[in-house]
């Protein structure tokens, strides 16, 4: 009985003791720092919503810049020269005389280094996305796919040596009429350096793909390899094509593997084994200094750049576009 008072006494006390404390006055110091902190809120949040502002502005600004500066100067450009010649025209000879400004060889030297790096770069991102998503153990996937996507942060220029060093002389041993610049070491080099971006994004987009379609062909019986073929690579294929379109649009402004591997000669073929010359290419060999500025020669840069910056982002739109309907598809 006793026992049992003592905690009941104890139990009243406590109580007590919680109702005159919650009764007692605040610290006037802890008052006034709270009153301070909501009065200085608003200032603080109105300061963040500015800066992030400002960051997202300033990115907004670049490409708004630089669009004015590429239009005013092809513009400027096209007042000296037809813009059906330098569509249509199959010469590109501005620095020397005579002068020949069609875009033809540059146009088609950038897609043979783009359509051959995505021939190199496609079959074999595909296939190791398809391994690490539904193949390998998450152990190995966490350990490989990491040293995969070393290669994006190698610099291009090393590429380019390596293009130069050892990827040329092969071609010259396989194909005795290759040059030491070739479009076709070209292709190799920026195949490879693609590859990180193709396999990341379509094992990323293989790995949306709900379970449920992996169970459901498994309940009809299909093993793995026809789940794989027949059921998820199906369900993300406009997701894989996007980053086949991310990855070429990257092959496309690729500049110093390029310059260096394919040689500077602007020609209309589609002969692998030649030297070409890409619009980027192009660019780089007029913006050394030797050009002076605001002749029309000094002008054909923006005019190039302004074509290759349209081909890419018409090609990253379409990438958006299939990316975006992707995520409808399974959200």
Known sequence: ?????????????????????????????LERGDGLLVRLRPFYEGLIHFSLFICASISVLVTVGI??????????FFFDVSIIEFLTGTRWTPLLKPQHFGILPLMCGTMLVAGGAAIVAVPIGLGTAI????????????????????????????YGYLAIVFVSPIIQYLFPSAGVFNAASACIVVGIMILPMIISLSEDILQSVPLSLRGAAFALGANKFEVTVRVVVPAALS?????????????????????????????????????IQTMTAYIVQVSQGDTPTGTVEYRTIFAVGLTLFI??????????????RVGEAYE
């Open 311 to 324: 081909s890419t982002m018409a090609m990253n739109i379409i990438a958006q576009y299939i990316l975006s």
């Open 239 to 275: 997701g894989i094509i996007a980053s086949f379109l991310l990855a070429i649009s990257r092959a496309i402004g690729e500049t110093m593997a390029v310059t260096l591997a394919a040689g500077a000669t602007p020609k209309l073929t589609l002969n692998p084994l030649e030297s």
């Open 67 to 76: 669009v004015i500066v590429l239009l005013y100067e092809s513009v400027q």
């Open 131 to 158: 391994y690490l998503s539904e193949y390998a153990s998450p152990r190995f996937r966490d350990i490989v796919k990491p040293m995969l996507e070393i290669l994006a942060g190698i610099p291009s220029v090393v």
């Open 1 to 29: 009985m006793t026992d049992e008072r003592s905690k009941e006494e104890q139990s009243i006390e406590m109580e007590l003791g919680e109702a005159a404390a919650m009764k007692l006055p605040r610290s006037t110091s």
